[in-house]
């Protein structure tokens, strides 16, 4: 048997999401050895939190018919499931970012993992969609979609004015 969820748990798991994006950029951070490296990935960390802020934002507008979940979890093994699956494939929050980084990296290396990482958010959310109810907000997990969008489309314009630099 399938659980389905309400969107306040899916937008719980975006906050989640963002907070571990936000210590990945900052693990990235404290590695920066290039000029200006430093300053790059904090900014990537402020615009982690800025879209968590948004999607608190979100959650505090939800219905109360969004806050509800469709089937029975006696156990609330819920929210723990989806922790778990946001945590294991988007910003794994068990494994050292030092992992993924090894100080070696250049910002478009590191802009690269990230795009990476926000398109395996969308897939995440894609299927999360599909266990959210329409009535129960499944329009919601859309926005929270196309907010993931905007951060691909973002990162892929500092990419590509990096890559103009560097030329």
């Known amino acids: 048997m399938g659980i389905d969820f309400s969107v306040d748990e899916i937008l719980e798991m975006a906050q989640q999401i963002e907070r571990n994006g936000a210590r990945f950029y900052r693990k990235a951070e404290s590695l920066a050895k290039a000029p200006g490296?430093?300053?790059?990935f904090r900014k990537l960390a402020a615009m982690e939190?800025?879209?968590?802020?948004?999607?608190?934002?979100?959650?505090?507008g939800l219905t109360g018919?969004?806050?509800?979940r469709r089937t029975s979890d006696p156990e609330n093994q819920g929210p723990a499931y989806l922790r778990a699956w946001a945590d294991r494939q988007?910003?794994?929050v068990r494994r050292d970012p030092t992992e993924r980084i090894t100080g070696r990296?250049?910002?478009e290396e590191i802009l690269r993992m990230a795009i990476g990482l926000e398109k395996d958010s969308i897939v995440f959310y894609?299927?999360?969609?599909?266990?959210?109810?329409?009535?129960?907000?499944?329009?919601r997990v859309e926005d929270i979609i196309q907010e993931e969008m905007g951060h691909i489309d973002l990162l892929s314009r500092e990419l590509q004015t990096l890559s103009h630099q560097a030329l």
């Open 37 to 40: 490296g430093a300053a790059f």
């Open 49 to 60: 939190e800025a879209h968590e802020k948004v999607f608190t934002r979100m959650r505090e």
């Open 65 to 68: 018919a969004e806050r509800m």
């Open 90 to 92: 988007v910003f794994d």
């Open 105 to 107: 990296e250049g910002p």
């Open 126 to 139: 894609l299927g999360m969609k599909k266990a959210v109810p329409e009535r129960m907000g499944q329009g």
